[in-house]
């Protein structure tokens, strides 16, 4: 369990216990033992994730409701498990950015703030202004793993100026233990350093990966103390569904 077992309430943003709609949980049964392993290191609260990337992933907002609303029977049976909701982590190009102004995408609960995956070998400046149009019609942006994107291994500031223009950064936790390797790793620890992250999540597409989750949650919470942990875990997700970024 992650520290003394006492801290619970944690809300995932970013989780693939859906099977069969992309490269997430294999099966039915992995999903929900997923969920299992989420909830007992402290989350009661997961929200899917399911990707909608053109070309890789041809997802529109009905087929991910409908995998979703498959899975229900097999939750409800089922004891032991977090809330569930149910969102996707949506690759930022030219048709789903489109999708995002006609409301056609899936945001997070509530609607007011919507999970993103970028390309991350570059951030052109249309970013920015794309981020900051978001805004205005009242969704924030939420950057899925930057830790991950190698132009922010090269300069952490270009994620900075992103978040100033009002993005929030999520943190995929297993990177803290090199789950992506050495690089991801060090990028994961100079942006939680540099108080970067506005949340943390899972990101897990399978039963093991929850073991990677939870020896990050340790790292965060033996270097910076529980209070962090609640802070990633708890005030940070609960903001960002708000639509808002806790300080």
């Known amino acids: 369990m992650v520290r ?5 309430g944690f809300v995932d943003l970013h989780c693939h216990f859906v099977p069969g709609i992309d490269d997430g949980a294999p099966s039915e049964e992995e999903g929900l033992v997923m969920l299992e392993r989420l909830h007992a290191i402290g989350f009661s609260t997961v929200v899917a994730t399911p990707h909608m990337r ?3 992933f041809d997802n529109e907002k009905a087929d991910l409701v ?3 609303e498959g899975m229900q029977p097999a939750l409800r049976s089922r004891s032991g ?15 789903v950015y489109q999708r995002l102004l006609a409301g056609a995408a899936l945001p997070y609960p509530g609607g007011r703030a919507v999970l993103l995956e970028f390309w991350g070998n570059e951030f052109p400046e249309t970013v920015q202004h794309r981020v900051f149009d978001l805004r205005q019609r009242g969704l924030l942006t939420v950057i899925a793993h930057p ?3 190698r132009c ?35 990028c994961a620890l100079e942006l ?41 875990f708890g005030r940070g997700p609960r903001a960002i569904l708000a639509g ?3 300080e």
């Open 4 to 8: 003394s077992g006492c801290l619970r």
């Open 54 to 56: 053109p070309g890789m």
């Open 66 to 68: 409908s995998a979703f």
């Open 81 to 95: 498990l977090p809330e569930v909701a149910l969102s996707s982590e949506h690759f930022f190009d030219d048709v």
């Open 147 to 149: 830790e991950r994107y």
């Open 152 to 186: 922010f291994w090269r300069s952490p500031e270009i994620l900075e100026r992103l978040v100033d223009s009002g993005a929030a950064a999520l943190l995929d936790t297993a990177a803290l233990v090199g789950k992506y390797g050495r690089e991801t790793k060090r």
């Open 192 to 232: 939680l350093e540099l108080g970067v992250y506005h949340a943390a999540c899972s990101d897990a597409h399978r039963v093991e990966d929850v073991v990677e989750v939870e020896k990050g949650m340790r790292v965060i919470g033996e270097t910076y103390g529980d209070d962090e942990l609640e802070y990633l």
């Open 244 to 246: 808002e970024r806790a």
